[in-house]
């Protein structure tokens, strides 16, 4: 079959032609119907020979399709199923740590598994096993999110739109920080109350909580808009060091959330369902990843990049 792999730093991905996954017990076989593209994926390309446990390492952690092969002991589970899968679950990470998904098939731990519902397009199935889940579970379940609460988001990209969107839903005031501005009547449009270029004009506002899924050294001044007793969640991995002052750490919280669980994937597919989140996205073909990576690199995406292949 053919996968999508990074061979090594300084090296493009390739595609390479690799065994088929077998499945051992508590596995199944996914063929993948769509797979969505990540920033993390660039920072595993630029950093990923020092992390990785082993290369070529085939990449893509954003997953969604139908399972092809059972192994021993799966139960609850058919063939012909239709499911995404989560990337923080009792797998290691999938494109990072175990083969993922930018292949035709794709080797996964039956507890990782989300029910994807009858009706849901599965270019929004895959993307919501990360940006959709990542986000949901930073805003919501890490940050609390509620009705009465001022929030600010850090970020309308891939994940930056999805937790607006699930904490406009929960009924708070979402404030949105975005550089490029091409996004703001997206983030408008989705309920963000305000949108500036710089979270920094936020100093002093008072926040309740502001939710980074940037991460270009901006948790200091996710740090200067709340209020004592306010909370900063750190999703975002733009730079891998950033600048704390001191005093403001004093009377707050700062808190990282990585990933979140098949529950929040399945909770983020209702929304999705419902068309309560409509995130964008643009769909590519599975021979277009190198290239759909490249545009990720040069900051050329609005929303996520999905590649759909299959039939």
Avoid at 21 to 28: A, L, S, Y
Avoid at 50 to 72: D, R, Y
Avoid at 233 to 239: A, I, T, Y
Avoid at 249 to 255: C, E, I, P, Q, S
Wanted: aromatic share 6%; with cysteine; net charge negative.
């Amino acid at each position: 079959m053919k996968a999508w792999q990074f061979e090594g730093t300084g090296k493009p991905i390739s595609l390479n032609d690799i065994p088929e996954p077998q499945p051992g017990p508590g596995e199944v076989v996914i063929d993948v119907k769509a797979a969505g593209l990540c920033h993390s994926d660039i920072m595993y390309m630029q950093v990923g020979e020092a992390t990785m446990p082993f290369l070529p390492m085939t990449q893509g952690h954003e997953n969604a399709g139908v399972i092809s092969a059972l192994g021993a002991g799966v139960e609850g589970w058919n063939l012909g199923d239709v499911v995404g899968v989560c990337t923080s679950g009792a797998r290691p990470p999938a494109g990072m740590f175990t083969p993922g998904g930018f292949a035709d098939k794709f080797l996964a731990d039956a507890r990782d598994l989300a029910r994807v519902p009858e009706g849901l397009d599965l270019a929004l199935a895959a993307i919501a096993t990360d940006a959709g889940m990542t986000s949901y579970h930073a805003i919501i379940e890490v940050g609390g999110a509620a009705a009465g609460m001022k929030v600010g988001v850090i970020g309308y990209g891939g994940l930056g739109q999805f937790g607006t969107r699930a904490a406009v839903l929960a009924g708070a005031q979402v404030h949105v920080a975005e550089t490029k501005d091409s996004v703001w009547d997206l983030a408008r449009a989705a309920g963000a109350v305000d949108v500036v270029r710089d979270a920094g004009e936020w100093a002093g506002q008072g926040f309740d909580l502001v939710v980074d899924y940037a991460g270009f050294d901006t948790t200091n001044k996710a740090l200067e808009a709340i209020k004592r007793g306010g909370t900063v969640v750190q999703v975002g991995l733009g730079k891998s060091t950033f600048t704390v002052n001191t005093p403001t750490m004093l009377g707050r919280t700062l808190v990282g959330s990585l990933g979140g669980t098949v529950q929040d994937i399945e909770k983020v597919y209702a929304l999705l369902l419902a068309r309560e989140i409509e995130p964008e996205y643009t769909e590519i073909g599975f021979d277009e990843i190198g290239a759909g990576l490249e545009r990720l690199r040069r900051n050329e995406v609005t929303g996520r990049l999905v590649a759909r292949f299959g039939d």
